[in-house]
């Protein structure tokens, strides 16, 4: 290794290679031992301070020639000498440094500042196509009904164990099992990079799975009380029925996304809860309504149900009483203040579902058409519905039992003498018993 004594003049003399290299302040009583000028094929020229600790090398960088000058790059070599006799890795401490200065950071932030960046790194998980867009507007739906006004003013640091298990049982009191466990998941997440996690350990509430499906009455009532709407409502609500697929994919269906020549609907990754994409057959009825929407649309409207005073460009159903499915269904009689008589949309999906596995349609045919990413979910769900080769076998059964025991119970002696005769002796005795009733 080249050795010079480190003035101004030498070091601005030193010209790069095509290699990185170094050199040692020349041995005076001005030098260090183990400082170094590295310089870069670039030009740049760094300071370093290289010894060993524990049978390691160790380098430390001291920082930029010429920002810092000859006599500074020294002294923070001196100090660093010191640290390393101490046993202490100076690289080590630093990263410690860096590490506190950025937990002290994050406990000053506000919770709300924490969802912020909880939400720009999820906009670019969707923009990599990890997450859905309409994922993000569940949490950012979450975090301004139920959470920001009760812990968006507070600190990080503020919210300990017990502070999280209380507020979970607040949300609890307020609201249903199935707000609680949506906002356990969202807040979790927030502060799952944190060094100690107060939601961490909180688990979630187990839920009745809802079951509510149309009978054929409902159904008949809910299509006529459907002909007193505007075509875009019959049209929407039709879809649903005919696909089985979420609402927000019907609302948000797209005219690039139909394939006309073979009646399929194939829905993008981005709209998927499953993160993958979904092909839906489209029965001739689907059909139809789409044709005739397509015909009746404006030049360049790409969605096949467009909203006009909608933020997203299409239809939208608002959840209170002014929303289109809530007129549908109190006309129909099919709405109820108590939440498991009442209908929702997604019994729509549920129905369709349900009335194909109780026709006897496999449970593959319908995971398929809901685009479940697993088999096992819809045979939780609907498994058992499974009637039609229950009801077959238990027709043969009691066909076995009740046919058989009937049919015995009521035969007589004489019944089964008759069974066993032949035509000619059958006759014969016929004869024998118009004689007899003459002659009696």
Known sequence: MQEIAFTKRSLEQVSPRKARFRIKDQGNRESVAGLLLEVMPSGSKFYRYRRRLNGKDVQVTIGRFPNISIENARR????????????????????????EAQRQAALSLTVTELFEIYQAEFELKIKAGERRPKSLKDAQSNWATHLKHR???????????????????????????????????????????????????????????????????????????????????QDVVMMLLLTGQRKSCVFSMEWREIDHANAIWLIPTSKM????????????????????????????????????????GHIVDKSGESGFWSRITKRAGLYSKNRSDNVTIHDLRRTIASWNVMRGGSLQAASKLLGHSDIGITASTYAHLQLAQVRQELDAVTDSIVGTTTRDSLQTPLQSGLEGLTREQKIALMAELGRSLSEG
Request: charged share 30%.
């Open 76 to 99: 923070k070599a001196t100090q660093l000498a010191l640290e390393l006799m101490e046993g202490v890795n100076p690289n080590q401490r630093k990263r410690d440094e860096i590490a």
């Open 151 to 233: 812990i968006g003013h507070l600190q990080v640091n503020d919210i300990d164990r017990p502070f999280a298990q209380n507020l979970m049982k607040l949300l609890l009191k307020d609201h249903t099992p199935a707000v609680h466990n949506k906002c356990l998941t969202l807040i979790k997440s927030m502060f799952s990079e944190q060094e100690v996690n107060p939601f961490g350990r909180i688990k979630k509430l187990s839920s009745i799975k809802r079951e509510r499906i149309l009978n054929q009455d409902e159904m008949r009532a809910l299509i006529a009380s459907l002909e007193q709407e505007e075509p875009i409502y």
């Open 273 to 312: 809860k499953a993160k993958r994409p979904h092909a839906v057959p489209l029965v001739d009825t689907a059909m139809a309504i789409l044709k005739r929407r397509s015909a009746e649309a404006e030049a360049g409207q790409p969605y096949v149900f467009p909203g006009q005073r909608t933020g997203s």
